[in-house]
């Protein structure tokens, strides 16, 4: 069973008062501030605000789209959320989108925890059931300050409900002291989170092991990357997903792989994602008219294997390559929903640069607009793996293990075997494969952006062309080089700034 997203405005718990005694009466007909909080439907109905905010574009709502941000994909539109200028070069901080979008929508869902702790004491209902779902909260407002840590360096840290009056005093925190809430939030929420929730789709223990191990991998932090893969381990509850094609398909959400995603439901209040119109092509057959508005761009197809090792044959350039690739990109040749692409079946962007994302759409049923029920995955066990891989790497201290656990990704599904790497390598061949490896594996699923961002590779990859099916150039991306003191963070939006000169703007804008 899901947990089941209400309305986020129930969280707006405000309300004005008058003098005259007939206009004091409390209103029984709407949430106000003093009939909220009364039972355990209450708490419910705030939890599930907190988790909606994990839904918003700019917070995990946009999936696999924010490879557009790296040398994985291509956005062709200005106004679909400027990560088209993030992964080219040109965001400023005029622009709204991601900008100012991701700090909105954190700080949403963090007033929204910070409400919630500091109401959820007052609620007669479960002891047990109050320590869960405080752990929950605990743990998304970590997520939050954590994805704002890891896009804009310090922000303000604040732990109670505050006023927009306050909100315009506030001053940045540093990028480690904002690091710091993270981890106090994630440890506050492993003390009260069970190995399952109460209900599919919620957090967990291993959510939170998950989570925190990633704080740790962005900041390099190898022994404590270790000690986490090792807690997800002893918990013996996740695994690889037999099938990689397999582990983004409906029938299989929430299996032994997931550890953490975004929870998406089918249906007529629009809780369902919009993947179906990002993503998806043109098929009026099934009566969607997806526009593909991100595509993979040929560096990214281009850095598939062969299953074997061997050269690509430029004169079949799909056969014998990594199955991975079929299984995330549409490209020409390949049939989606039984019709042949591009033939058949076309979209916006893909007939620019002639690839599309297969990954999170759904082949097997007509999807309605707006309400595609495909969950996004955050977290996966093969992170852990990769993860447990890199620091091993970056250590020194066993890179044969870490080749091994690379291995695992490369040979153990029934679907994905492709040469076995030698365990002989050298730490940097080690690092080269570690950082392909994620690469390959995590491709469209956003995670590629802070990967070159943590690793500092971007002068050493970019500029990148991004051409056409027909060969011409679409766009360079980062065409006057990559300064990644720049381009380590997002700007602070300029209407932040305006609002709060407290705001101290990032290096270079």
Known sequence: MRYIFLIASAMVLLTASCSKSFLERT?????????????????NLALYGVYNTLHESFVYGYGGGFDACSPNAYQWAYWEGMEKQVGNGTISANDGGIVSGRWQQCYTGINRANNFLENIGKVPMDSALKTQMTGEVFFLRGVFYALLANSYGGVPVFTKTISADDARMLKRNTEEETWTQVHT???????????????????????????????????????KVLEYADKIDALKKYSLFPSYHGLFQLANENNAEV????????????????FDRHWQPQNMKYGIDGSNSVAPIQNLVDAYETIDGTPVNP??????????????????????????????????????????????????????????P???????????????????????????????????????????????????????????????????EFALEGLYWDDVRRWGIGPDIYPIEVRGADGGLIETKFANGYNKDKFMFLPISNNEISLNKNLIQNKGY
Do not use: C
């Open 27 to 43: 209103p029984d007909d709407r949430i106000t501030t003093s009939n909220f909080w009364a039972g355990e439907s209450d708490a």
């Open 185 to 223: 939030d994630y440890d506050e929420a492993i003390k009260r989170l069970g190995v399952t929730a109460p209900i599919t789709g919620r957090a967990t223990l291993g959510a939170a092991y998950a989570m925190k191990l990633r704080a740790y991998l962005y900041k390099a932090n190898w022994d």
């Open 259 to 274: 550890m953490f995603d975004v929870e998406y439901m089918d249906g007529p209040f629009e809780q369902g994602s919009f």
């Open 315 to 372: 004169a079949a350039p799909y056969v014998n390559r990594d199955p991975r690739l079929d299984f995330t990109i549409l490209r020409p040749g390949a049939y989606f929903q039984g019709q042949l692409y591009p033939v058949d079946i076309k979209n916006h962007t893909g007939q620019k640069v002639g690839f599309g994302i297969r990954k999170y759409t759904i082949e097997t049923q007509q999807v309605v607009a707006g309400q595609e």
């Open 374 to 440: 495909l969950n996004f995955i955050i977290f996966r066990y093969a992170d852990v793996l990769l993860s447990r891989a890199e620091a091993l790497i970056e250590k020194g201290t066993d890179i044969p293990q870490a080749l091994q656990l690379i291995n695992q990704i490369r040979t153990s599904r029934t679907d994905v075997k492709i040469k076995a790497l030698p365990l002989n390598l050298s730490q940097a061949d080690a690092r080269a494969k570690l950082r392909h490896e994620r690469r390959i």
